[in-house]
């Protein structure tokens, strides 16, 4: 199971958006219940009195890659129902509390969701972190606090490798409307709710939906698309979201329901507050001189439903 972590984390061969980390458990009417009772299987709780299990998961928690959303470190069975392994139902809880009093902590996209904490949205900086992939390049735009303890919203945005894709007609021939498009897969700004719409309440409003971080990702990620050759820009929508995008130029397109856009060069637009004006460590300065770009070292990311397992001994 290390290797297998450390496969996750550095390969150049796979990335996952999200992990979900489900330690084994023997349940009620399983196969494995009957090796837990034959003495052929013996889960890791029940080896050295969990200690096996809480090092490797204190090893791999602050190791975590910061475009990963970590959703779960347990499975969700009820106690009365877990005859063998771990039982402690807020495990990851206990995990957190033992890396603060290491002094370590958990880099991962929920770890650091900004949620409903008092944080000043003036201090956000608008992050980068680029690497390659199978097929293209990955880049995760965030906008985080300056310690990168705390996310306020972030964009994926997949370029895709043109040369290749001129040799494989796979993905276009079922979605033409992808054809040389940078792809938005993903937008999301945390905190508040705020409704598709809604007033700003006379610019009131400081929820992070209302100070603009999503367009001020969009606006970034189709200058880096633009940057790098790419004329159009594709997002895929859930149907609520798509007057969102419609603001900012994106338009229904095909039978795959993406939402495309003809990009135009961002560098001969006036920039103005409301076109990406970021308010960095309390100043206004422009994209172009306040992103901050993190080196990472990693090779490859591939999809959004990568779920990590953990085992245990089988006899």
Sequence with gaps: DREMFQYLIHSPDLQADQWKIYPCEVTPFTKIEKWYYDGQYKPYADIDNGRLLLDLLLEVKPQVRPWVRLNRVIRDIPNQSIIGGNNQTNLRQLLLSELKRRGQWCGCIRCREVRANEIDYRLAVLTEREYSTIGGEEV???????????IFGFLRLRLPDRQQHRHSHAATAVFPELEGAALIREVHVYGQLVGVGESREGRKDVRPQHVGFGQRLLQRA?????????RRAAVISGVGAREYYRKFGYHLQGQGQYMTKTLTDPHNNNTTDTQGMLAILGKMLLPDDSRVVVACGVGAALGVFVLAGLGGRVG
Excluded: H, M, P, V
Excluded at 140 to 150: C, I, K, V, Y
């Design 140 to 150: 995760f735009l965030s906008f985080e606090t300056a310690d990168q303890r705390t």
């Design 222 to 230: 189709e200058q880096i698309a633009w940057d790098r050759g790419y």
